[in-house]
């Protein structure tokens, strides 16, 4: 069947699925391609070995083998994107500023060894309207990689798509950080295809007046030792929305896996919502598997207690949601990417780890 007439045939998902309760699929969606190609892309990159991505690159792509009509639609209209494949160890970038009312972007990455690697999407034109973005990243070679990604999306409909695949004893930390977005849905989907393969990934999200942000992941099991642990972190404020969903799928042949879900979310606001929702499908009982989730207010002792060493109740909040983003990072990511966050959450220039 060609592309074309996949996408056509592929159902709209219906507000009674999990993945889309909270959020609106028509707002990240236009059929208009006359505002589609509205569209500009700048790409500036540390790392060289890249190439421009065409329409035949999709031969073997995730996206068909786990369609999601928004990823299919992707797939199909993309007019820019990136094929990235990195061999050598380091710390690379990449920062991608988007300037077009609807950009549709669509990369590959596929990573060959240990390295650190940044990626900073970024709207820099105030009349963007919609994003619709695929990233395919693939990890070979037993490779130990950390990968953050920031976005920057307080003025657009924004959807992210991450298909990671891992294969043999490769280890993947993945970290996201999303700040006042207008409207956000992050989807990651993870399929561990390699024995003893580790995966942590951690969302980090801040949203106040009416923002909106909806992180999705799904971890799928294939293989057997595989590990997966996902963290999701929210300070919501104002009459905002923070939402997750995450899905554990564990398949009878993938034995002796362990898979850890937590989201952890701290209200500023009466006005403010938060919605989380854990799914499992376990199809084989040699495994671990556990789930929690904690939705808070602030600790008025907490706040007493700082505030009775000198600090006004405004700082003793700040270092209070400060803390519980940060929580955790510094043992699981490197100095690097530890102090880049840093900088981002507490809009500091150094930091002091004791």
Excluded at 17 to 25: E, K, L, P
Aim: with cysteine; hydrophobic share 35%; glycine share 2%.
């Amino acid at each position: 069947m060609e592309l074309k007439e996949f996408y056509k045939n592929y159902p709209i998902p219906l507000k009674t699925q999990h993945n889309w309760r909270y959020s609106d699929y028509n707002l990240f969606f236009d059929e208009n391609l006359n505002t589609v190609l509205n569209f500009k892309t700048n790409l500036t990159s540390s790392y060289k070995n890249l190439e421009k991505l065409n329409n035949t690159d999709f031969i073997n792509s995730l996206v068909l083998k786990y369609p999601e009509k928004i990823t299919l639609f992707n797939l199909l209209n993309f007019q820019d994107g990136y094929n990235i494949e990195i061999k050598e160890s380091g710390i690379w970038k990449l920062d991608f500023n988007y300037s077009g009312n609807f950009n549709v972007v669509r990369n590959v990455i596929k990573i060959y060894s240990d390295c650190e690697l940044i990626i900073n999407n970024d709207l820099i034109n105030e009349n963007i309207i919609k994003v619709n973005e695929v990233n395919e990243i693939y990890i070979y070679n037993k490779a130990k990689v950390k990968l953050y990604t920031k976005h920057k999306a307080n003025n657009a409909y924004y959807h992210s798509f991450y298909y990671v695949y891992l294969t043999d004893n490769v280890d993947l930390r993945q970290l996201f950080l999303t700040f006042n977005p207008k409207y956000e849905k992050t989807h990651i989907r993870t399929i561990l295809d390699g024995i003893d393969s580790n995966y942590a990934v951690y969302m980090l999200a801040k949203t106040d007046n009416i923002d909106h942000v909806d992180y999705r992941t799904e971890n799928i099991h294939l293989k057997s030792n595989s590990k997966s642990l996902s963290v999701y972190r929210s300070i919501v404020n104002g009459r905002s929305r923070s939402i997750y969903t995450g899905m554990l799928r564990i398949e009878k042949e993938a034995t002796h896996c362990v898979a850890y879900q937590n989201s952890r979310n701290l209200l500023l606001s009466k006005n403010a919502k938060v919605n989380t929702i854990p799914e499992l499908e376990i199809l084989n009982q040699e495994v671990v598997c556990t789930h929690g989730a904690v939705v808070s207010s602030l600790d008025e002792d907490s706040i007493y207690y700082l505030t009775s060493k000198g600090l006004s109740r405004q700082e003793a909040i700040k270092l209070i949601t400060d803390g519980f983003l940060l929580d955790k990072l510094y043992d699981n990511f490197s100095d690097n990417i530890y102090s880049l966050v840093y900088k981002e959450i507490t809009n500091e220039e150094e930091y002091e780890y004791i």
